[in-house]
């Protein structure tokens, strides 16, 4: 199993400009979830999904859309980067999403937008 | 989401000392979970813990839950440098909340 995987695992973006970023999991998992990390304020969630066709905003979903058309893969898409959205992002999944399941983390992308 | 508050933010700890980290909840918490993420890593999970007073170990870390559920601590004994890291708690209720984390270094 490669469990979660993420891509790119860098990228640099100007200010407008608009990319999405790749996560897939090969756990069956039904529930994957965005996090952003910033210095100091832990780990924000940006949307989350619960299943296929099922989505939901998170903590911090300004900015950013999802969808989730198959079980493994979840994009995150920004729509007009801002040098705010500046950080690392995170994918996240576990089977069920709730309770005592233990959510798996990718590598992550390390975000800049000049 | 609950909100769960770490401290402290930074530990700097000699190698070979104790040390702890706690989570504090104004709410009482269905369970809480505890994450460590290397430098330049990702979290990576470490335990959960449900009951009321649970206390779990794992090799030199040591987890508690408070026996009103709104606190949980994390005790680190003999500090190595492969303890080096941010520890997060977390409270899983649908949408998997984070506290701030700690941040230790450890000096040789």
């Known amino acids: 199993n490669a469990g979660v995987t993420q891509t790119p695992k860098f990228q640099v973006l100007k200010t407008g400009q608009s990319m999405t970023l790749q996560c897939a999991q090969d756990?069956?998992?039904?529930?994957m979830s965005w996090y952003r990390q910033d210095p100091g304020m832990g780990l924000r969630l940006i949307h989350y999904s619960v299943g296929a066709g099922i989505t939901d905003q998170g903590e911090v979903p300004n900015g950013y859309n999802v969808s989730r058309s198959t079980t493994e893969d979840f994009p995150l898409r920004l729509l007009s980067a801002a040098p705010s959205q500046t950080s690392v992002y995170f994918c996240?999944?576990?089977?069920?999403?709730?309770?005592?399941?233990?959510?798996?983390f990718g590598p992550g992308t390390r975000l800049t937008v000049l | 989401g609950q909100q769960v508050m770490q401290i402290p933010q930074y530990q700097h700890v000699q190698e070979g000392e104790d040390f702890t980290t706690y989570c504090n909840s104004s709410?009482?918490?269905?369970?809480i979970q505890w994450y460590k993420q290397r430098p330049g890593g990702h979290p990576v999970f470490l335990i959960q813990?449900?009951?009321?007073?649970e206390v779990k170990k794992q090799k030199r870390l040591t987890f508690q839950f408070g026996e009103a559920k709104k606190n949980s601590s994390l005790h680190i004994t003999a500090t190595q440098t492969t303890d080096v890291g941010t520890y997060f708690c977390a409270v899983n209720d649908y949408k998997l909340s984070f506290g701030a984390g700690t941040t230790v270094t450890v000096r040789a």
């Open positions: 756990m069956n998992h039904e529930y």
């Open positions: 813990l449900v009951k009321s007073g």
């Open positions: 709410t009482t918490l269905s369970n």
């Open positions: 996240a999944s576990s089977y069920k999403g709730y309770g005592t399941d233990t959510q798996y």
